[in-house]
Antibody, heavy 124, light 108 residues
């Protein structure tokens, strides 16, 4: 059974940094592209960033480009999101999501497995 | 970026009825790259349909997707109690990936 478990969320002041992690199990992690999708509680879904299986293809939403960095460690079956210069509008539940289908890019994907999310709150 | 507009915002129906949800794109989307998700309160989204009309693993055949170009439809043939939730469409053929704002399907 595929499991994705996010961690690293919390309360952080504007301008500070936070690093999210996603631990994957039950799959051959380095076969798949992985993505981050966020959701303000009670609102819709917003794609944040994605990374291909070999880190050769990476994409970011315009709202986070230059501030967030996605990475992965296939040896540890883990996905990361380094979030710098955080803003109040980054407050959301951050989901780790697996791209359906082997291979895949960091910019084009649909998602067949999701974690339960980790909440990031940016507030002074 | 491609903007997806879902309608209606809220749909009130009874179990056993047929539901038709719409997703309209601001630009043409290749039908290969349109997906639908269901999200229940407190849960992560669940993939229902990809490629506009292919059901994901384990999704019952009362769910069907159709459409092309800028107009896509999710149909639930006979509503079960567990189908009442929020539904999102997503396009993944053009960067950035975008989602519709959602349709809430509620029990009448």
């Amino acid at each position: 059974e595929v499991q994705l478990v996010e961690s690293g969320g919390g309360l952080v002041q504007p301008g500070r940094s936070l690093r999210l992690s996603c631990a994957a199990s039950g799959l051959t992690f380095d076969d798949y592209a992985m993505h981050w999708v966020r959701q303000v509680p009670g609102k819709g879904l917003e794609w944040v960033s994605g990374i291909s299986w070999n880190s050769g293809s990476i994409g970011y939403a315009a709202s986070v480009k230059g501030r967030f960095t996605i990475s992965r460690d296939n040896g540890k079956n883990s996905l990361y999101l380094q979030m710098n210069s955080l803003r109040a509008e980054d407050t959301a539940l951050y989901y780790c999501a697996k791209a359906r289908g082997v291979g895949g890019s960091g910019t084009y994907a649909h998602f067949d497995y999701w974690g339960q999310g980790t909440l990031v709150t940016v507030s002074s | 970026e491609i903007v997806l507009t879902q309608s209606p915002g809220t749909l009130s129906l009874s179990p056993g009825e047929r539901a038709t949800l719409s997703c309209r794109a601001s630009q043409s989307v290749s039908s290969i790259y349109l997906a639908w998700y269901l999200q229940k309160p407190g849960q992560a989204p669940r993939l229902l349909i990809y490629g506009a009309s292919s059901r994901a693993t384990g999704i019952p055949d009362r769910f069907s997707g159709s459409g092309s170009g800028t107009d896509f439809t999710l149909t639930i043939s006979r509503l079960e109690p567990e189908d009442f939730a929020v539904y999102y469409c997503q396009q993944y053929g053009s960067s950035p990936i975008t989602f519709g704002q959602g349709t809430r399907l509620e029990i009448k």
